[in-house]
């Protein structure tokens, strides 16, 4: 049995400090888009037909709230797939990480554009962008990992190259979803809903494969 090198053994342990660090950076990101759920000050809410009408006046940031939910929540479940294929880390893979999780952390203020400013396209285009700045950042991440080999050995090689390909496609889909808002905002947002459940799926296929005896 081969014993691990002390740089080997280094880059595992530093994979287990980013995941744990990755994992706390999203649980931070719900909690501030929690904070912009609430009724104004002066809101009256002394009988059901006056709270009925504050919350419906709150309905553009529970919705905000939603799409940002789903992009974080799915994007967590890919970090989720995509951290249990590799084997080590780096610090460039460090860099990669910091980079995507500081993009993550704009989630908050593109979900307070959306909810306070619905019927703005600019609000949409600002989404798209950070999505985009989040595929982007992914897209040079896969290769990396994939050239410098921090995946496990029995990673499945095709599927990541493959899930690289359905990133870049996916970038375009971004833009022209926040396009779009300026024919219709309401299908700009639905369409980026929509969008957004994606990350659930595809990197589910993601897996090691154990070599059998």
Known sequence: ???????ELSGRKLLERITM????VYAIV????????????????????????????LSPKLLAFLLSVVLVGGNWISSVNIQRTQVRA?????????????????????????????????????FGGVMDLMIINSIFYFRYCRKQNLFHEDANLKEIKKLEKIIIVLGFFVVAIATTSFLSTKLS?????????????????????QNRA
Request: proline share 5%; aromatic share 16%.
């Open 1 to 7: 049995m081969n014993s691990i090198s002390e740089k």
């Open 21 to 24: 660090f990755n994992d706390a």
């Open 30 to 57: 719900l909690t501030l888009m929690v904070l912009d759920l609430k009724l104004p000050e002066n809101a009256s809410c002394t009988t059901v037909a006056a709270m009925w009408h504050s919350l419906r006046e």
């Open 90 to 126: 780096d610090s460039k893979y460090l860099v990669f990480t910091v980079i995507y999780l500081s993009i993550i952390a704009l989630t908050p203020f593109t979900c307070h554009l959306i909810g306070n400013y619905p019927d703005n396209p600019l609000s949409y285009l600002v």
């Open 189 to 209: 947002f639905c369409l980026f809903l929509a969008y957004n459940l994606f990350p659930f799926f595809i990197t589910k296929s993601l897996r090691i494969y």
